[in-house]
């Protein structure tokens, strides 16, 4: 008898042992051939780990770890609303609010007691960027857009997917420095050529500015963007280890295969502002293509001496637009150093840079584009009542690929196939999949920037001002942002020049 029942525990017991394995082989495949989770598709086993104590976390945090909005240089919640958004989830939450009130440098809307409207509301209007001063000007309708991020700094999978994405929702892709790859042109998508200090992909054979090159670039981008510098590292040029530089990449840029791509930290050719104005003016004519200038800011006698030298030479000379990183910007490679303390945040360059514009009357010939770690709709919206037309983000953009802030961009050893070149992580990060949230992201980043607005009392976005944001000094004390950076007149001397004009 107890020989009977010993086999047929054993039965039992086997029996459950082969469900449990074929369960978990079954699971196993699932998770490596569904195409909408990359962690799950490039680490089954561990990924299912992850997404367990991802969606536990939030019922053990409050007990085990200091909270969701600690967290650098992204926070938990900043990361789970892009998450959300490029899902198309939607933003919406219960119980209440992290986001801590009483902080310093917090952001408070001015939302108005008679909000307008559904049917008085209006879509956010597009802007020409480069109209009377160039062959081809550029219609943008999207205020958030992808900043520059190199194909070598992301993979070729990342690339397509922003390229789909930008295609999808109407915005621009930036190339970042490494030159035009044949991904940037897979959705046939707006794309805005950068052309950094060593000039990769638009550059001859001894490493100078080619003509020719440009002119045939042309056919493809909306404009061009002369790259001074960037937030995470102002003063050093583009870094690329030599393990991500691989022959199809090294091609692209023209230089050896597997070696470290170096920068320059500026460009040889541009050592003055006359000498930039120079170059702004020559590629314009040149490609009959808007041109425009990144920067980082540190000081205001770059953006003065900028606006002086415009109105002693003329408004054909001035960028198009001007694209203001805060120091607070990331990279795939950057000494930390210069990540940490070099750059002004872009809550303090971006007013500042605007109150020159306007001192001098050239806001209405040069677009803002504002960058630095602003990639919610919040942000955006703040942006543009400190007076830019537009917003750049990377990161916000990589987290809608899927990124979860492994911090190894640099080390082609991304779990989830946006900074690596290794095939077999690649294979996690499925085009089809992502391009559709890359387009989300943006879509609803545009709508809740029109949402901010409507609560504010306005019909669109772009009647955005100063007065409708509030900035927490102190707990328990706010300050209109117009009031923090009154709006400065139009100084004597420069109201006569354009009359003249």
Known sequence: MSNVLNLLVYSIGTILGLIVVGAIVALFIRDITQKQHTILRNYPIIGRLRYFFEIQGKYFRQYLFSGDRTELPFNRATRAWVYKNAKNKGGIIGFGSTYDLREPGAIIFVNATFPILEEDQLPTPSLLIGEDYCQFPFEAHSI????????????????????LGAAKAGCWLNTGEGGLAPYHKEGDCDIIMQIGTAKYGIRDEHGNFSPARAKEIAQFVKAFEIKLSQGAKPGKGGVLLGPKVHSEIAAIRGIPAFQDSISPNRHRDIGSIDELLDKVAYIRDLTGRPVGVKTAIGGWRFINELCDTIHRRGLEYAPDFLTIDGGEGGSGAAPQTLVDHAGLPIAEALPRVVDALIESDLKKRIRVIAAGKLVTSAHGAWALCAGADFVNTARGFMFSLGCIQAMRCHLNTCPTGVTTHNPRLQHGLVVEEKY??????????????????????????????????????????????NMLYPYPEVRKEFNEAMRKD
């Open 144 to 163: 958030i857009n992808i900043s520059g991020m190199s194909y070598g700094a992301i993979s070729a999978p990342a690339v397509r997917a922003l390229s």
């Open 436 to 481: 559709l949230r890359v387009a989300n992201y943006a879509m609803n980043v545009n709508k809740e920037i029109g949402m901010i607005a409507h609560s504010c009392g306005l019909r669109h976005a772009r009647e955005f001002r100063r007065e409708h944001v509030r900035i927490v000094e102190t707990a328990g004390k706010s300050i209109a942002l």
